[in-house]
């Protein structure tokens, strides 16, 4: 309960810091983007079954670095301690077009994002993986249309009984249609992993972007067996700070 709490919290403090426009909050698939150099950036989302806080720093031009907590609600019950798992990584874009609406970056990191695994392998296995992904995005339609394409690879260590190493594929596609406004974008993502304890996942909804200072979305997750094994019901923000946290100072 006290976990929830804190993440309402930093909500209500965080909302009036958004100074940028917004590219996904609760999604599993990443964009190429690394915001501008010196811009924190807070994600902040609550579903009915797991619940985040992100926080990014782009101390450096063209590199991000993350910390998240995601908080599970397993039993529908805010009352009950279904525990968490954390994740660490830092993000470096490669290439951007002239246009600034597609890419390819490369990320790192420790912890694995719990869509990749299911049950109680979120709290066991996630500190103990560390992983690589590659966002691509690739525009159509002169902007409709977007497509996010993230393949990965993570490796578990003293995972079960035997203490091996696991080694998995992972994989992230999301699409984003503007159909009449640039505000309002239709958005679905498929996502899961080969070699863990993972189901295939999907996710889709409403992402709303009213003012360039702050990003909506509201999604459904759940795996395709319908085993509600995913986040459920979200509602989830991502807000940025003007620039002012760079090593060696801001431009």
């Known amino acids: 309960m006290a976990r929830r709490t804190l993440l309402a919290a930093m909500i209500l403090a965080t909302i009036g810091c958004a100074t940028e426009p917004a590219h996904g909050q609760q999604y599993n698939s990443d964009s190429w983007i690394s915001k501008p150099h010196g811009t924190v950036t807070t994600i902040l989302t609550f579903g009915e079954r797991q ?38 990584y830092a993000k470096y874009m490669f290439y951007e077009n002239e246009s600034q609406t597609g890419g390819f970056a490369v990320k790192a990191g420790t912890g694995l994002d719990p869509g990749y695994i299911d049950g109680n392998g979120r709290l066991q296995d996630g500190g103990r993986t560390f992983w690589t992904n590659a966002p691509v995005t690739i525009p159509f339609f002169d902007n409709r249309l977007s497509w996010d394409i993230m393949p990965g ?99």
């Open 153 to 251: 690879a993570s490796v578990t260590i003293d995972n079960g009984e035997e203490q091996a190493a696991v080694w998995a594929f992972t994989y992230s596609t999301r699409l984003a249609w503007y159909p009449i406004y640039p505000e309002l974008a239709i958005v679905g993502e498929v996502f899961g992993s080969k070699g863990l304890n993972s189901s295939t996942k999907y996710r889709g909804g409403l992402r709303w972007e009213p003012t360039d200072r702050i990003n909506i979305a509201f999604t459904y997750n759940d795996d395709f067996g319908g085993h509600k094994l995913g986040a459920g019901w979200e509602i989830g923000m991502m807000l940025f700070s003007p620039p002012f946290f760079c090593l060696g100072g801001c431009d």
């Open 51 to 88: 619940s985040m806080w992100m926080m990014t720093f782009s101390l450096i031009p063209r590199w991000e670095f993350t910390a998240a907590v995601y908080v599970y609600n397993n039993d529908y019950d805010p009352a009950t301690d279904d525990g968490y798992s954390t994740s660490f």
